[in-house]
């Protein structure tokens, strides 16, 4: 069979066969870009992939090339843009780290070439500049030729090679065109060819066996004639099996395109033969930027890192053909970094001697649902921490009214472990807790989950249920759990312990109630004292002041009626009137002391507590002794008042209640505090006494400590007297 011939656009080279290696030598950079830009057009009208590697900027730049060509190929943006051809940078293209590199170059023009022929390129052509040759890369570059020229053999490509003559010696060109099948010049407008001898003897080779072609044409023909007729039949069946196909392929085609599934199509070396619109959409790579692509290129990132070592060994596995099909999920990577979690169905296509030729995955994108499933499973957790730590207690009854699951809640309520209370019927957490119920109480609760069971609604109820630490008032709620038809299947009761909430209602009730009285008794000492104070001022203060008008008048009468005045019985009128005057001053003092101690305002509370401790032994008989570690406290006066208060009702209560006949107070600060102590030696409070809601006084200190945002403890032993203590905070008070 005759070889494929493609054109150069190169008029003294004319067709050339795939594999052919040939080289330029050019006096000029014009020389050099008539060469190359018909060479590349022709190549972009026959359907090859064009690589034009230029040199350096120093010769021609990348824009520069681009524009040359430009003026040649009108649609050449679309070529561009389509990337039917790349205009590169040679010192990028072949230096490594300013260092040549054979391997790597071979390597990439393979990658190139397998690129091309799988995107539908009828093969690759390309044009390598070395004007940025340098003598330390000679020999290699040397290597690299002579390696290039041997390796294109065969395949779907053609290189041509160009050197600038002004930097090319002798040797340099002879060595050149050593490495090349043939070599062309351009010399003062002239072309020139330089041939090798394997050329020549080619050429004249292929004279020869022309001359044998045309012989055994002639002989052919009449073979020929026959056999057309038989191949007319031939084409006929086979455009009929052809139009059946292409539907087949048509049907396939429209279902791949179409289907949700992402499909891609490897060969045996796993570069990409087939990326779907599908496939564009989850991974945001387009067909063009796909296919010929490498699974493990660097630059096309798709597998997470972290599941390579894994998906490298089910692909090593489907290469090999150990695997016909698997099924994997497994993180990758969008186009613009984005992780997404993908689901590959991957089976092997093998040929008729079973090797493998290809590899289909079909991909799913699941990242929604691994979001969705991640969310569900935190909440589940979150939701499962929530049911296992709740202070409340939760079951799950069915129908029988067995526990099919209880919170940990339960197990401690009646110290059980869990696992022996799930499967049993109700009351027997009772009885396994040697606990006894009554059967009534039980046919009720069976009756309210019924119901919930028969209507689908919660149903609501306080009871008091026996435990291990005694009876207990809990609040419970049973509610329907459905199914996805809205039957009740289950029946969730949570059971709140309100024993405590019950009897802080009892307590705020008696709280309540002491309150009430509190106020009834110091409306009352109000009015008491309002009704003291003025019979006092009646009684003293007003029959005084009547006794100084009633001399007044008598002196203003006898100072009236006569001209002699008695001095000595006018003095002694004075006299009286400033008796009454002096006694009815005390009385206020007194009255106004009552009311308010004037030295608690002008000396201070130390010594206002030690002139009231002076005052109760003055007034009852009761030894009373006052001890100071400070002199004046810093407390606001509302605190003052409150503390001065506090200590008048704790001596109150001691005459009415204590038969004592010693008190001792003292005052100190500790730790930050100021501390009030009173302690006296009679019978000693009781915690009736201290707990009875009829004790007023005791309710009226506390108050006051609240208020003075202080505490205050009282501690009594039988026969052994009574303890008060009152701490208020001085810091807070500053």
Known sequence: MAPELRKTGISVVGDVPWGTHFCHFYETKQDLVDTLVPYFKAGLESNEFCVWVVSTPELITVEEAKGALAQAVPDLDRHLSEENIEVLNGLEWYLEKSVFNLERVMRA????????????????????????????????????????????IGQHMTVLCTYPLAKSGAAEVLDVVQAHQFAIARRQGEWEVIETPELIQAKAEIRRLNEELEQRVVERTGQLAKAIKELTDEIFDRKQSEVELSLAHQRLSYHVENTPLAVIEWDKDLFIKRWSKRAEEVFGWTASEALGINMYDRNFPVVHEEDAP?????????????????????????????????????????????????????????????????????????????????????????????????????????????????????????????????????????QRIAAVFDTGRSYEYEITWPTPAGGRDYSVRLFPELDLNGSVINVLGISRDITERKEAEEKLKATSEQLRALSARLQSAREEEGARIARELHDELGSALTSLKWDLERIDKVSSESGNIDASGLRASIKGMMGLIDATINTVIRISTELRPGVLDDLGLAAAIEWQAQQFEARTGIICRFDSLLDNPDLSGEQTTAIFRILQEALTNILRHSQATRVNIMIEERDGDFVLEVRDDGRGITEEEKAGPRSLGLIGMRERAHLAEGTIEIIGAAGKGTVLFLRVPIKDLK
């Not at 070395?130 to 290039?148: G, I, N, P, R, S």
């Not at 692909?315 to 994997?328: D, E, F, M, S």
């Not at 040929?351 to 030729?357: P, S």
């Not at 309520?413 to 109700?426: M, N, S, Y």
Request: aromatic fraction near 8%.
């Open 310 to 446: 894994a998906v490298a060994e089910i692909a090593g596995q489907l290469i090999k053909g150990t695997v016909n099909r698997n099924l994997g999920l497994n993180r990758n990577y969008t186009k613009d970094g984005n992780v997404i979690y993908c689901e590959w169905y991957n089976s092997v296509l093998r040929d008729e001697d079973g090797n493998v030729i290809t590899i289909l995955s079909l991909v799913h994108d699941v990242t929604e649902r691994k979001h969705a499933e991640a969310l569900l499973h935190a909440k589940e957790q979150e939701f499962r921490a929530i049911v296992e730590n709740a202070p409340d207690q939760i079951i799950r009854y069915d129908r029988n009214f067995r526990r099919t699951y209880v919170n940990p809640a339960v197990g401690k309520a009646f110290g059980l472990p869990v696992e022996a209370l799930i499967g049993k019927p109700i009351g027997s957490v009772i009885q396994d807790a040697g606990l006894d119920v009554k059967d009534d109480e039980l046919a009720q609760i069976r």
């Open 109 to 152: 023009w393979d990658a190139k070439l397998k690129r091309a022929l799988a995107r539908g390129h009828d093969g690759m052509r390309v044009s390598g500049d070395t004007f940025w040759l340098a003598e330390k890369d000679w020999k290699d570059f040397f290597a690299y030729e002579k390696q290039l020229n041997e390796s294109i």
